[in-house]
């Protein structure tokens, strides 16, 4: 009896106690998203390396679904500077599966897995919401990428992501509420990107959208 009751206070502590946050982040992954956001940016020299760095990066650390991630938006948006129609159709969706593989693979355990501040499960689900929701829409993936923008929105740890992750969240909520004319969702997401980062990029685009607004 003695033993059973040993057994379970330390199961229950074991319950009760959250795991802490901790770093995850492996070596080498600021460089390759620096090479990421600058292929974003339009700098198609940067994208291949930066898929490979990433898919490295992912083949070494497999329980880190932001890795493959980051890979996949890299392949997907190859299919943007791709000449030939079917290849850019083949990056598209080659990209888009991998991130949905990812996006699938999330726990509560990437809540507490944070890459330089932000939870995993946090970044991961904006880098999905925005890749899938920039693909045309024969393709349907919206709804998968509307998901991911609702669950990093509503995730519990949201408020500990970067601010320039949850402005960028933010700011991807304000133009889906735009295109399906929720002006009211729009307008409140906007105040919140002014709110929480007013030297943001996002913010000055925010600022200039209330106005036409008239807010």
């Keep these: 009896m003695k033993e059973f009751i040993t057994a379970l206070a330390l199961a229950t502590s074991c319950v009760s106690v959250a795991a802490a946050p901790r770093e995850a982040a492996p070596f080498g992954f600021k460089e390759a998203r620096q090479q990421f956001m600058a292929c974003l940016s339009g700098d198609g020299k940067t994208c291949e390396a930066a898929i490979e760095k990433f898919n490295a990066l992912a083949a070494g650390h497999p329980g880190h679904p932001l890795l493959a991630a980051y890979a996949g938006a890299g392949t997907a948006i190859l299919g943007r500077d791709a000449y030939m129609p079917w290849n850019k159709l083949k990056y ?10 990812a996006l699938a693979q999330l726990t509560p355990a990437h809540d507490e897995a944070l890459f330089h501040g932000t939870p995993e499960s946090v970044e991961t689900r904006m880098l999905a919401a925005t890749t899938l929701l920039s693909l045309p829409d024969f393709m349907n993936r919206s709804a998968s990428g509307k998901r991911a923008l609702e669950a990093a929105l509503k995730s519990s740890v949201f408020g500990q992501a970067a601010p320039p992750v949850r402005a960028r969240l933010l700011a991807l909520a304000a133009r889906t509420a735009k295109a399906e004319q929720r002006g009211d969702d729009e307008a409140a997401y906007l105040k919140q990107i002014v709110a929480l980062a007013p030297q943001a990029p996002e913010a000055a685009r925010a600022s200039s959208r209330l106005k036409e607004l008239g807010l």
């Design 92 to 101: 598209a969706e080659d990209g888009a599966d991998a991130v949905e593989k």
